[in-house]
């Protein structure tokens, strides 16, 4: 499984991005994908997270209302559309793919993914 994100760039505050991550394998293969993020001198960080046959989906709380994650799995692509973008924002965000053989409970901790992506940047000026 490889995963490719993008989107990432320079926004003002108030502003919006649209990442995407495209998940090179089949999703039957895949339980969950998720997005995480790491500013600089701080830990990663969960953001969301789908899962790719239910409509379950989580949150961080910092986000809830501007964000949201959804997924196309006829392109094997999952988003997140940031909306209302603040400085806070600002950091590398990595999608990941969490394995059927874990659960979705899951998908919020790093250590509940299999698969990571490379980092796409977001900037967010005030």
């Known amino acids: 499984v490889q995963l490719q994100a993008s989107g990432g760039g320079l926004v003002q505050a108030g502003g919006s991005l649209r990442l995407s991550c495209v998940h090179s394998?089949?999703?039957?293969?895949?339980?969950?994908m998720g997005w995480f993020r790491q500013a600089p001198g701080k830990e990663r960080e969960f953001v969301a997270s789908?899962?790719?046959?239910?409509?379950?989906?989580y949150y961080r709380d910092s986000v809830k209302g501007r964000f949201t994650i959804s997924r196309d799995n006829t392109k094997n692509t999952a988003y997140l559309q940031m909306n209302n973008l603040k400085p806070e924002d600002t950091a590398v965000y990595f999608c990941?793919?969490?394995?059927?053989?874990?659960?979705?409970?899951?998908?919020?901790?790093?250590?509940?993914?299999?698969?990571w992506g490379q980092g796409t940047q977001v900037t967010v000026s005030s």
């Open positions: 789908i899962n790719w046959s239910s409509p379950d989906r």
């Open positions: 990941a793919a969490q394995s059927r053989q874990k659960t979705f409970y899951r998908s919020q901790y790093a250590s509940g993914y299999d698969y």
């Open positions: 394998g089949r999703t039957f293969s895949s339980n969950a």
